[in-house]
């Protein structure tokens, strides 16, 4: 293994700790931040009261709520009911967790971020330049992609993940020996299992528009722009796709409206009724993992990813208006090299950013759609999915062939027309 | 019987409606959220009306019956002449003075060597200070918070009257 390839593994890993960490972040800041949601839409305050002394006791309305709520958990009595198959009960939180958090793994999370390392006179770089003076440090340019992993099935990937957090469901309800964790877990399956076929053909229609079942080529093609200004956005190009998927990503975290494996007035909890401490600490927090992984596919897939509209790491360009600003013309970037390269840093923040914003409006969106929607019947979910999701799905495909055609056949004579 | 009526092909489209409760309650949330926000919240008047009561206390009416307090005449002496008006005119019988002599070349020449009150018994009806003639028992002190730790404490002496 080369040094450069031995660096890219090291920031590879760096990523696979950032996304677990900033996913862990996000998801537990969101157990405090449903419950406040929810209480200001109904007029109530909510959790306020958690507090940390440091020089006066900090409350910052509530936030340290999960700090005191994860201590809770893990003091509390980790309980195995009589009866219960103690490994796979021990084994179901750790599963449905474990499953949430590796999907993150092909995430985008910045656009890719080119280096030109070489053209860096050694003597400029502060500290490292004087230890190792000369061509030591110049192996080549870094292109580092902001991902743990750029699987060219990413897409696949995800849905194998989501369709893994099933058996976490499965195991916690089978194993329990009780009679609602088991009617929690029967609804769980069959409800996941129904919902997987459309969640998987209203992608297809994504895969065909961006050519491409890599999550970063997917994003990367959504910055391309149609008619000269509109962002090719997934939710642009494949309107029906998304609320499709959007409905069966509802299904597959089992959040209101298809929350019938919880199901807190017919079932008590669902399939987690028999989890006490740490382990319904983590029954609990893969759940709001899985939010944060619907919000983060739904803006990777339909929402441009970390693409800032207009912006991206070489200029701001819109055709139709005959706007072109390139970085690389500027005045004040041509002077120094380096200053390129702190432009292109600061454009990979900025959509670092963006994404971070996309994501946090989708964990709005679902948290207010859970305290405005009421849940659905079991026979309406079933026949949601097979005769209503299904058939969309299925002509969202035969559209988006219709479109794609139609667009092959008029984009040279549109783009005459238009003048660009 | 009232028949149900058919939905119409708008509403039983579904999707539009769903989008009809999201924007009822975004809109609650928006309210609230920017009205809890330090400065903005004279713009946007929230609809939470949940009082925080440690901190927060509602506005009383200056007319409001609290716990008793007796006056003070300037020179510090307690304003009462002990004429039992106020135990008298009292509709539960729950106050109890006993009248001393005053010194010789005093202003009045009585004073209430013991003035109880037992909180117990007290309807907080206002005739005691009503009745009054010397200006010297009040019920203005806004005190709402009479919870005490042992049954002593709820029969009010003259010392907790004049604090």
Redesign the interface.
Same mark, same amino acid.
Request: hydrophobic share 50%; charged share 10%.
């Given at each position: 293994m080369s040094l450069d390839e031995l660096v890219l593994t090291l920031i590879q890993c760096l990523w696979a700790f950032l996304a677990f960490a900033g996913v862990a972040s996000l998801a537990g800041i969101l157990t405090w931040a449903e419950r406040k @949601?929810a209480s200001?839409? @109904?007029?109530? %305050?909510g959790p306020n009261r958690a507090n940390v002394r440091i020089i006066r006791n900090w409350r910052l309305?509530g936030i340290f709520h999960p700090i005191a709520d994860a201590t809770k958990m893990l003091f509390k009595e980790d309980f195995i009911p009589e009866g219960a198959w103690r490994w796979m009960h021990t084994i179901a939180p750790i599963l449905s967790l474990g499953l949430a958090f590796v999907a993150f793994a092909v995430v985008p999370f910045a656009g890719p971020l080119t280096i030109h390392w070489k053209d860096i006179p050694a003597e400029s770089i502060p500290l490292l330049g004087r230890l190792f003076p000369g061509d030591v440090l110049h192996f080549s340019n870094f292109t580092i992609t902001f991902q743990a992993s750029d699987l060219n099935v990413g897409i696949l990937f995800v849905l194998a993940m989501g369709g893994l957090l099933v058996y976490g469901v499965m195991m916690g309800g089978f194993s329990s020996n009780n009679k609602w964790s088991f009617l929690g877990a029967v609804r769980a399956v069959n409800q996941m299992f129904s919902y997987e076929v459309a969640l998987g053909l209203s992608l297809v229609g994504v895969v065909m528009m961006y050519g491409s079942a890599s999550i970063s080529t997917i994003v990367e093609r959504q910055g391309d722009l149609w008619l000269g200004i509109i962002p090719k956005w997934g939710i642009i190009t494949q309107p029906i796709a998304f %609320?499709l998927f959007f409905a069966c990503g509802l299904m597959e975290i089992k959040r209101t409206p298809f929350d019938i494996p919880e199901g807190e007035s017919e079932i008590i909890a669902g399939y987690f009724l028999e989890y006490s401490g740490a382990k319904f600490l983590m029954f609990m927090f893969s759940e709001y993992v899985e939010l944060v992984l619907l919000g983060a596919m739904s803006a990777v897939l339909f929402f441009g990813g970390w693409q800032i509209p207009w912006v991206d790491a070489e200029g701001v360009r819109i055709p139709l208006l005959h706007l072109n600003i390139v970085w690389a013309n500027l005045e004040w970037v041509k002077q120094a090299s380096w200053r390129m390269d702190l432009i292109n840093l600061l454009i990979v923040l900025a959509q670092a950013g963006f994404f971070a914003l996309k994501v946090i409006f989708f964990c709005w969106l679902l948290v207010? %759609?859970r #305290?405005? #929607?009421p849940r659905f019947r079991y026979d309406q979910i079933m026949r949601l999915g097979w005769k209503r999701i299904l058939p969309l799905a299925m002509a969202n495909i035969v559209l988006t062939v219709i479109i794609i055609l139609l667009e092959q056949r008029f984009k040279p004579a549109l783009e005459r027309i238009l003048g660009y | 019987m009232a028949r149900k009526k058919p939905h119409s092909n708008w509403v039983r489209l579904y *999707?539009p409606e *769903?989008f009809r409760? *999201?924007v $009822?309650?975004?809109r609650?949330?928006l309210v609230? =959220?920017f009205g =809890?926000i330090p400065g903005l919240d004279r713009v946007i008047k929230k609809? $939470? &009306?949940?009082i &925080?009561y440690p901190e927060e206390r509602r506005w009383i009416s200056e007319r409001w019956r609290g716990r008793h307090r007796l006056n003070r005449r300037e020179d510090g002496s307690v304003k009462c002449v002990a004429c039992f008006c106020c135990a008298t005119v009292c509709p539960s019988g729950c106050i109890h003075i006993e009248a001393g002599e005053s010194p010789e070349g005093a202003e009045k020449e009585k004073y209430p060597e013991k003035f109880e009150i037992n909180l117990f018994e007290c309807v907080f009806c206002g005739l005691c200070a009503e009745a009054c003639p010397c200006d010297a028992l009040y019920m203005d002190t806004q005190e709402m918070k009479l919870a005490q730790d042992s049954p002593e404490k709820f029969i009010l002496t003259l010392e907790d009257l004049v604090k």
């Open positions: @949601q200001l839409i @109904q007029d109530r %305050i309305f %609320i207010t %759609i #305290w405005t #929607w | *999707l *769903l409760g *999201l $009822v309650t975004s609650h949330f609230n =959220f =809890f609809e $939470v &009306q949940t &925080q």
